[in-house]
């Protein structure tokens, strides 16, 4: 009896080793970890992170959370600034120079009344713009709506770097920023014809950010322009790729503003690329179709 019962518990620790084995020659061989993929909404803006390293979920997910609340009442700044404030306020000076003031933070007050079709006559007040013992010395109505989306999600991608996550592809409303591929091969974005759907090209991009601007019927704070005081509508789409999701959002930003040649002397400032819509014509910089995927 008791041989039996022996015998008995022996199949059973046999049967249960069997099974752990064959787990884990499927976890090892077979299955491969889901992608990270969450989105966030700050901003106005849909922020959608995929990402193929593996990472703690639930504490990735509330780490970026937290990197994006940071910056969730920047237009209302004065008085007491923090640190990650006053970073984003230099942001926001150097960008100005940058882009030889197409890109304003101070036009708070222009941005409130093209919005409502009303004219107004902008003048800078990035001189102002001072931070003394943690302490803005003057109001400024600011506007970070062109900055904001990107800066803090380049806050997002350096945690990234601090936490060794290289295998990523990042959609800000649009604009992506893309890291190490996750096999052998690169991440690929589509460009459309705004006016027609029609796929003008597909890039490919590995540690390269792509961001686009399109002709809008519905306000956009992009079409502000602080140099002239108006909206501007001159293109149906620009296009920039650059290194960076910093670079290039504000090389996108600044040239739809532009006439065609002088954003094409800022491009010409930076290793990026750029291309432009206008009505049938495609305009493209000398080195953009080495982006472009070969059929």
Do not use: C
């Amino acid at each position: 009896m008791l041989k039996k019962i022996l015998d008995k518990r022996n199949y059973i620790i046999l049967f249960i080793i069997i099974i752990l084995i064959i787990w884990i020659i499927w976890i090892v061989f077979f299955h491969k970890n889901e992608p990270y993929m969450e989105t966030f909404n700050y901003y106005g803006e849909d922020i959608t992170f995929r990402i193929y390293d593996k990472v703690d979920h639930k504490k990735l997910t509330k780490d970026i959370d937290n990197i994006y609340k940071k910056y969730e009442d920047v237009d209302n700044l004065s008085g007491k600034v923090d640190e990650d404030e006053k970073s984003l306020i230099e942001y926001g000076k150097i960008a100005y120079y940058k882009t030889y003031g197409y890109i304003d933070i101070t036009s708070g007050e222009l941005l409130k009344h093209l919005k409502n079709n009303e004219e107004y006559d902008f003048k800078s007040e990035i001189e102002n713009v001072i931070v003394e013992d943690d302490k803005l010395v003057n109001d400024i109505n600011f506007n970070f709506d062109n900055i904001i989306g990107s800066y803090a999600t380049n806050d997002v991608l350096y945690y990234f770097k601090q936490n060794d996550i290289k295998k990523y592809i990042v959609n800000e409303n649009g604009d992506v920023t893309t890291g190490d591929y996750y096999d052998n091969g690169k991440y690929t974005v589509s460009i459309n014809n705004p006016n027609t759907d029609e796929i003008l090209a597909v890039v490919e991009l590995e540690n390269k950010a792509i961001a686009t601007r399109n002709k809008s019927d519905d306000f956009q704070s992009y079409m502000v322009n602080p140099k002239t005081s108006k909206k501007e509508n001159k293109y149906d789409s620009v296009v920039v790729v650059a290194n960076d999701n910093l670079t290039a959002n504000m090389l996108v930003n600044a040239i739809y503003l532009m006439d065609l040649d002088e954003g094409k002397n800022l491009i010409s400032e930076y290793p990026a690329e750029a291309l432009w819509i206008k009505g049938d014509q495609i305009i493209k910089t000398d080195g953009f179709d080495n982006y472009v995927k070969k059929d």
